[in-house]
Structure formats: C-alpha cells, structure tokens
C-alpha cells in the first residue's frame, strides 16, 4: 500500500526568509501524482501545487516550488520570501492514477516577523 | 465561483447520538468526497461519488456511517450511534472528473465533537 511521510511535524521561518517541508512517499506505480496542500486554522485545504511523476520538471507557483526526486521518493516543498500568511499546516498528497489520496500527517509552519 | 459549502461548522452531541453533515459541492463537479481529520492525522477518505453512485468506501465504517447523494449534487453523511472515536473534522470536497491528477477542492469542514 502506498504511504506518505512528512518527518517534521513543526518547522518555523522568518519573514522574507526560505523554508523546505519535506515528503517521502512508498509506491510501486510508475505513474503518479503528488500535491502540497495547505490547510490553514479555517480547515479549508487549499492547493498550493501538484506534480505529475512523469515530468523531470520540478513545479513552481510563484514563491512556491518543489524538489522532486522520483527515484529517492522524494517530494519536497521550498517556500521562498515567507509571508505571515503561509503560516499553516501542509499536507503532502499522493495520488496513482486511479485510486485515492493519500495524506501525510502534515507539517505546522510557523512563520515569525 | 462559489466553493464546496459545508454544514453546519460545528457539531457538539454525546454518544450514542445520530448526527448528520450536508456538503454542497462545486457546481458541476461529478465527484464528490468526504473525508475524516482526527486531530495531528490528515485527512483520510471515507466516501467517493461520482454523479450519484458510490465509487469507494471501502474504509466507511459502514455498520454506523451513512452517506447519499441525492441527484448528484448535495450530499449527507450521517453517523449513527456515535462513538467517543468519531470525534473529528469531517470534510467535504469535490473535482470535475475523477482520477490522478484531478484537482480536489475542500470545504471548511464540520467539527465534531462527540462526549
């Protein structure tokens, strides 16, 4: 069964400074999907970027990118230029191309003026 | 464009109680989904829908959790007697399609706290 790790339950930054959430995931499938969402203290999930395993090309969406390296499992999230706004909890998702999504148990990102 | 609308956003019974979560999806999203938070967990899914059939439940604890889909639109869950282990936020979310890189779209979610 597929899993997903996010080692750090807390990480902290400074505002204007660059933080990196880390993921690891456990598949077999060769085609895949993994996402970074944020769930701030109103519950709603938000998507803050998503990745196909088939493209070498790491995403990015604005001051949002990830490091992907698919044959280490690995899913990371860099926030650049911190805003007091960030401050959340982010899950790391993992999705094969015809099952569920998978949650990590998520990181608190506290984000300090 | 209007989100995933969850009711109501707080829930407060003791156990052994019925209680019921209404979630109204975006519209025109086939697929709907609920999901259950326990506290420092993420989300894990209970229910998927596509239109107004059941896709997957296949972690619903289906001898006291309930849920419909009336026309393929709005959605109830219901759980029925409730336990101490329920308490949890219960989300709702929706996508176009179904499938791996389909982007799911959360509602706030349903806080409930069972005594």
């Known amino acids: 069964a597929q899993t997903v790790t996010q080692s750090q339950p807390e990480m902290s930054v400074q505002e204007a400074e660059t933080v990196t959430l880390s993921c690891t995931y456990d598949?077999?499938?060769?085609?895949?999907?993994l996402f970074w969402y944020k769930q701030p203290p109103s519950r709603q999930m938000i998507l803050v970027i998503r990745?196909?395993?088939?493209?070498?090309q790491n995403a990015t969406e604005n001051r949002f990118s990830v490091n992907f390296q698919k044959a280490a499992k690995s899913f990371s999230l860099k926030i650049s230029d911190s805003q007091l706004g960030d401050a959340a909890m982010y899950f790391c998702?993992?999705?094969?191309?015809?099952?569920?999504?998978?949650f990590g148990t998520g990181t608190r990102l506290q984000v300090f003026p | 464009e209007a989100g995933v609308a969850q009711s109501p956003r707080y829930k407060i019974i003791e156990k052994r109680q019925s209680v019921a979560f209404w979630c109204n999806p975006i519209?025109?999203?086939?697929?709907l989904y609920w999901y259950q938070q326990i506290l420092g967990q993420g989300p894990k899914l209970l229910i998927q829908?596509?239109?107004?059939?059941?896709?997957?439940d296949s972690q619903l604890p289906k001898d006291r959790f309930s849920a419909e889909r009336l026309k393929g639109v709005d959605s109830t869950l219901k759980i029925q007697p409730a336990k101490l282990e329920d308490s949890a936020v219960y989300l709702c979310?929706?996508?176009?399609?179904?499938?791996?890189?389909?982007?799911?779209?959360f509602g706030a979610g349903t806080r409930l706290s069972v005594l």
């Open positions: 979310a929706s996508s176009l399609a179904m499938g791996g890189p389909d982007i799911q779209y």
């Open positions: 829908f596509q239109n107004n059939g059941v896709v997957d």
């Open positions: 998702a993992y999705r094969s191309v015809t099952d569920k999504l998978i």
């Open positions: 990745q196909e395993a088939y493209k070498q």
């Open positions: 519209s025109g999203h086939a697929t």
């Open positions: 598949t077999s499938e060769s085609d895949y999907y």
